[in-house]
């Protein structure tokens, strides 16, 4: 199956708006994220169910969710848990769409979409907007 790098992307930033904290009796953050099953993921942009679960189980694999996955009658689903630190600074990195068309545009040069030549080329991104808003480059 052909992984998605704009479904990957679009599964993060929904996940991260639609995730909240638990929140005890008393209404105090029990330091508990509420995890989010993969079913209550919308279908972006019309992909299948087959796109976005392959999405998480390549975002599990590569560090970037924290994430179980179980069968329920023959049906694979993911309780994912949270966004991880690596799966954030990710998210940081390619938030903007200047920054996420210039990692895909530089990854299409290199003739690589694998999720961990992204994040590189993504964290190249911003180093060279810091260093050009730094004046340095």
């Given at each position: ?10 599964i993060?930033l929904w996940?991260?708006?639609n995730?909240?904290m638990d929140?005890?009796d008393?209404?105090s ?7 989010i099953?993969s079913r209550a993921i919308?279908?972006?942009?019309g992909?299948?169910d087959?796109d976005i ?6 975002m599990?694999?590569g560090r970037?969710?924290d994430?179980?996955?179980?069968k ?6 993911y309780?994912?848990k ?7 600074e990710?998210?940081e ?5 200047n920054?996420?068309?210039k990692?895909?545009s530089?990854?299409?040069e290199v003739?690589s979409?694998?999720?961990?030549v ?5 964290s ?12 340095l480059?």
């Amino acid at each position: 199956m052909k992984l998605n790098m704009d479904c990957i992307r679009e599964i993060l930033l929904w996940i991260e708006e639609n995730q909240k904290m638990d929140c005890g009796d008393d209404n105090s953050l029990n330091g508990n994220v509420r995890g989010i099953w993969s079913r209550a993921i919308p279908k972006f942009n019309g992909y299948a169910d087959d796109d976005i679960l392959y999405s998480i189980k390549q975002m599990v694999d590569g560090r970037l969710l924290d994430a179980s996955i179980h069968k329920d009658n023959n049906i694979s689903k993911y309780f994912i848990k949270d966004i991880t630190p690596a799966g954030h600074e990710f998210l940081e990195n390619i938030r903007s769409d200047n920054n996420w068309n210039k990692t895909k545009s530089v990854a299409s040069e290199v003739g690589s979409f694998a999720l961990s030549v992204l994040t590189k080329i993504a964290s190249s991104v911003i180093a060279e907007g810091i260093k050009k808003t730094m004046g340095l480059g």
